[in-house]
């Protein structure tokens, strides 16, 4: 088994109130690998300028990450800088250098094209159609997206969402996309356009996953310190989707499942830039941290303590 990812590989400039970060890696497909590699086998496809340190991504390499679907462009990489306040929710945009990701066309390697499993990043939805005709025969594909491309391409978005089995998008983005400020109801006006299921991401507080005839809520897990959390969401999606591959199952209680994982992997992105805290991760740490996610969710039911009358 393995995922197919295709989104950016960028480099970050990172200014929060515990300290900065300047030309780290990051990128939507970097964030998620790191957090996917955990748990399965992961395919990158993005491209990087001429000035991109290709070595500082050789951990992936180790963890069974193949980049041969990165291509090496003469040119600048995709930079970004940003800040955060002491809100992790509060993100400012500096600016952003496209660089070479400005005339991405995804170009799948053929060994690639196989790929059952398949994340569209967040990535123009034209350019995620385009992966979508060169893959062969996906069992699962998964699709991110934001406010640019809901606003500004929202037929080619509606067409991808159209063939994708989940969508992934933020509490914001979901009311946006279905413009509808209840949000059960913007996710069930979503799963009508075709996706079964739909994974409203919430930040800190947590996730929630939209199922046919189901709702589940999985907390964020509880951060003393909140170093960067930038690619949070895409270390959610890469723990999610890891551990969906690696079951191989799409029963309701492995898709619960795989929502915890999400959201342990996107709590260890956040404890340093960049993906150094993914970087040094060990299965042993993400397991305690999948135990304590059961030790502060579960509870037994107690029948018969509400009064009559």
């Known amino acids: 088994m393995s995922i197919l990812v295709v989104g950016s590989v960028a480099l970050d400039h990172v200014e929060t109130p515990f300290g900065s970060a300047d030309g780290v890696v990051g990128g939507s497909a970097i964030f998620f690998a790191a957090a996917a590699s955990m748990l399965t086998p992961v395919q990158v496809v993005g491209v990087v300028g001429s000035d991109y340190p290709m070595d500082r991504l050789r951990f992936l390499e180790e963890q069974e990450v193949d980049l041969s679907g990165v291509e090496i462009v003469e040119g600048d990489s995709f930079r970004w800088k940003g800040c955060y306040g002491h ?4 993100r400012t945009t500096i600016w952003t250098q496209l660089g070479v990701f400005e005339q991405f066309k995804p170009r799948l390697p053929d060994h690639f094209r196989d790929a059952r499993t398949v994340f569209l990043g967040n990535i123009d939805p034209v350019l995620q159609l385009d992966v979508l005709e060169q893959v062969r025969l996906p069992k699962l594909v998964v699709c991110d997206t934001m406010n640019f491309w809901i606003d500004g391409n ?8 159209g063939r994708v089995h989940i969508l992934m998008v933020n509490d914001a983005e979901a009311r946006q996309l279905a413009d509808e400020s209840n949000l059960l109801k913007a996710a069930r006006w979503i799963q009508a356009q075709g996706p079964e299921w739909v994974v409203v991401k919430k930040g800190e507080h947590g996730a929630v996953l939209f199922g046919s005839a189901s709702v589940f809520f999985v907390p964020g897990y509880p951060i003393e310190e909140v170093c960067d959390p930038t690619g949070a969401g895409d270390a959610f999606a890469g723990g999610f989707l890891g551990y969906l591959d690696w079951s191989g199952s799409r029963s309701r209680d492995d898709f619960r499942r795989a929502m915890v ?6 709590s260890y992105a956040v404890e340093a830039f960049s993906v150094d805290r993914l970087k040094n991760l060990t299965p042993d740490q993400v397991m305690e941290r999948i135990r304590q996610f059961h030790e502060i969710t579960a509870f037994e039911l107690e029948v018969g303590a509400v009064r009559n009358g």
């Open 87 to 90: 809100d992790p929710n509060d």
């Open 261 to 266: 994982y999400g959201s342990a992997l996107g």
């Open 154 to 161: 929202r037929e080619a978005l509606l067409e991808v969402i």
